[in-house]
């Protein structure tokens, strides 16, 4: 499996609309998601926008938590990409956080809530389905968007609805 589909399924996956992109919205749908900032008490908090590898790139040996890249330098530190790999990214504005997340059995992915001063993973779990078969917990290494400046790191948990086939 590439990294860039591992990338996609942690800011895609959740149940009954309650995926990633839904997370940091704070109109009428908000209270509803049990994984959204209202619903845990993330006064002010939105969602940190992941960033997709660009093709053909994956994690190097040097891909950590907590590292922040800030540069072109520091990205090539983290990915090695083909040559003339292109980030998207503009320095001036913005930086990329780097993470190394477990997935657990019952994961149905994380989001990252930034309030300025806080990131704040949400680990969004799942009750099994009768037949499930026995998972194993997978190591995933993801990327963030956020403005400079430092962050204090907090990790919360979140039960998403049941969906069984």
Do not use: H
Request: net charge neutral; aromatic share 4%.
């Amino acid at each position: 499996m590439s990294y860039r589909w591992i990338a996609l399924l942690l800011v895609g996956c959740g149940t009954s609309g309650s995926g990633v992109q839904g997370s940091g919205v704070q109109g009428s749908n908000a209270q509803a998601d049990p994984c959204g900032a209202l619903a845990l008490g993330l006064t002010g908090a939105t969602l940190a926008p992941a960033y997709t590898f660009p093709a053909g790139c994956a994690p190097t040996a040097a891909f950590a938590s907590g590292p922040v890249i800030a540069s072109d330098a520091d990205f090539a530190a983290q990915l090695a990409c083909p040559a003339g790999t292109a980030t998207g990214v503009d320095f001036t504005r913005e930086v990329l956080r780097a993470a190394r997340r477990t997935l657990s059995p019952a994961g149905a992915g994380t989001r990252v809530m930034d309030d300025g001063k806080t990131l704040t993973y949400v680990s969004m779990q799942r009750p099994n389905c009768p037949g499930d078969p026995m998972p194993m917990p997978m190591e995933v290494p993801m990327l963030v968007r956020t403005t400079p400046g430092d962050r204090a790191i907090a990790e919360r948990v979140c039960t998403v609805a049941r969906s069984c086939p």
